[in-house]
C-alpha cells in the first residue's frame, strides 16, 4: 500500500479536496434552500440536477476528451466547479440553482473520469486492486470531512461556500503538476438495455432502485433533516456517519459475498437495510444518539450493495462484455438517480419528513422482493466460478468500474 500512496499521492491528494468540495455542496443547499425559502419541490429538482448533468457528463466527456486533450478538460471543468461554488449564495433562485446544479453535475462526472484515467494509467496489474482501494477511501473521506464544514460555518453566508471553492482550485494543483503524463483514453459503448437485461435482470432493476437511494441519501436528506427540524451540526452528522459506515463496511461484506451465493447475500442486506430504513423516524425522535447509529449502520449497509449488483452481474458476463455491461448499468443507476429526488419530493410534500425513510424503504423492500423472486427462476453459478468483489463508490465513472473489472 506504501508503493501505492507513493506512485499516487498527487492524485489522491487532488480527489481528496475534490471530494470536500463535492460533499459538501448537497448538504449544505438543503440547508441553504430552505433558509431562503425554496419549496420541497423546487429542492427536489436542485437535487435531481445534478444526476442529470453526471448523465450527460459520461456521455460527453470522452468526446471532449478525444478532441482538446485530458488537461484542457480537467482544467475547463475543475474551473466551472470552483465557480458554481461561489455563485450559489449569489444568485439564490430555484432556476439558477437547477442550472448550476446541472453545470456541476456535468463537470464532476469529467473530472471523475479524467482522474480515474490517470489513476488507473499509473496501476499496475499488482497494484490496480489496492490504488482502486485507496481511492474509494479518500473519496469517503473528503464527504465526510465536508460534512465538518457544513457545521462549522454560517448556512446563511458566504464563507462556507468559498472555502470549499478554494478547496476544489487548490485539488487541481498536485493533478495538474503531476509528471505523470496524462493516458490516452477510450471508452466503451453501454451494452443495449435489453441485452443487459437478458444477462442481469436483478442487476438492472437493482441499480435502478439504487440510483434512487443514492440520490436520497446524497442530495435529499439535508432537506429532510430541515423539515424534520435538525440543526445544520446534526445534518452534516448524520450525513458523514452514513459514509463513515459506508467505507467501513465495503470489505466485511464483500468479503462474504465472494464465499456464497450473491443474490442472497444482495437479499438480506437490502432487507436488513429496509428495516433499518423502517426505524428512521423513531431514531429521529429518540435521541441525536441513535440517529447517528441509524445512520451509520443505514450507511454501511446501503453503500456495498451498489458494488455488489456490479459484481453479482460480473458473474453472467465474459471477459469481452463486462465493460460494457458496466457503462450500461451505470446509466440505469443515473436514470434511477434523477427519478429519486422528484419522488422523494413529491413523498415529503405528501406526507412529511417520514416521506424520506418511506422512500428508502419501499426501494430497497422492492429490491428484497426481486431478489428473492430471481433466487427462483435460475441456479447461482458456483463459487468459484465467480469473479472477485471489488468496491465502487456509487460516486464512481465508468473508469473506476472498469478499473475494478481489471483488478479482478
Not at 505523470?180 to 466503451?188: C, F, G, L, Q, R
Not at 435489453?194 to 434512487?212: Q, T
Not at 429526488?341 to 424503504?361: E, K, N, Q, S
Request: glycine share 12%.
Amino acid at each position: 500500500m506504501l508503493r501505492v500512496l507513493a506512485a499516487s499521492w498527487p492524485l489522491l491528494m487532488g480527489m481528496l479536496f475534490l471530494m470536500v468540495g463535492n460533499g459538501v455542496q448537497g448538504t449544505l443547499l438543503g440547508i441553504r434552500g430552505a433558509l431562503e425559502g425554496f419549496s420541497t419541490f423546487a429542492m427536489s429538482l436542485v437535487m435531481s440536477a445534478y444526476f442529470l448533468g453526471f448523465l450527460f457528463g459520461s456521455r460527453m466527456t470522452p468526446e471532449l476528451i478525444r478532441r482538446v486533450g485530458h488537461v484542457r478538460v480537467f482544467a475547463a471543468l475543475g474551473s466551472t466547479i470552483s465557480a458554481m461554488m461561489v455563485l450559489y449564495p449569489t444568485v439564490t433562485e430555484p432556476w439558477a440553482w437547477i442550472l448550476m446544479r446541472v453545470a456541476m453535475g456535468f463537470s464532476f462526472c469529467g473530472v471523475y473520469i479524467t482522474a480515474e484515467s490517470w489513476l488507473n494509467n499509473a496501476a499496475t496489474n499488482e497494484t490496480r486492486g489496492k490504488t482502486l482501494s485507496a481511492y474509494m477511501i479518500v473519496q469517503m473521506l473528503g464527504i465526510v470531512a465536508a460534512q465538518g464544514l457544513v457545521g462549522f460555518g454560517d448556512p446563511a453566508g458566504f464563507v462556507v461556500f468559498v472555502i470549499p471553492s478554494v478547496l476544489v482550485s487548490l485539488a487541481f494543483l498536485p493533478i495538474l503538476l503531476s509528471v505523470n503524463p496524462a493516458p490516452a483514453y477510450t471508452s466503451t459503448r453501454p451494452m443495449g438495455f435489453r441485452a443487459l437485461f437478458r444477462v442481469s435482470p436483478l442487476g438492472c432493476v437493482g441499480m435502478f432502485l439504487m440510483g434512487g437511494v443514492y440520490a436520497a441519501i446524497f442530495g435529499m436528506v439535508a432537506v429532510w433533516g430541515t423539515l424534520a427540524g435538525l440543526g445544520a451540526g446534526q445534518i452534516s452528522a448524520f450525513v458523514a456517519a452514513i459514509y463513515l459506515g459506508g467505507m467501513l463496511w465495503q470489505y466485511p461484506i464483500g468479503w462474504i459475498s465472494d464465499r456464497m451465493d450473491r443474490r442472497r447475500l444482495i437479499l438480506i442486506v437490502a432487507a436488513a437495510c429496509a428495516l433499518v430504513s423502517a426505524a428512521g423516524p423513531w431514531a429521529a425522535a429518540v435521541a441525536p444518539w441513535a440517529l447517528m447509529l441509524l445512520g451509520f449502520v443505514l450507511g454501511g449497509l446501503a453503500n456495498p450493495l451498489y458494488s455488489l449488483l456490479i459484481a453479482y452481474t460480473n458473474d453472467y458476463l465474459g471477459k469481452d462484455q463486462m465493460a460494457a455491461a458496466s457503462g450500461g448499468l451505470l446509466f440505469i443507476n443515473g436514470l434511477g438517480a434523477i427519478l429519486g429526488p422528484l419522488v422523494i419530493g413529491a413523498l415529503m410534500d405528501a406526507t412529511g419528513p417520514g416521506g424520506f425513510f418511506l422512500f428508502l424503504t419501499v426501494l430497497l423492500g422492492l429490491m428484497t422482493l426481486y431478489a428473492g423472486w430471481r433466487m427462483t427462476r435460475r441456479p447461482a453459478p458456483p463459487v468459484a466460478e465467480t469473479q472477485s468483489f471489488t468496491p465502487v463508490a456509487p460516486t464512481a465513472s465508468a473508469v473506476a468500474v472498469e478499473a475494478a473489472r481489471e483488478a479482478n
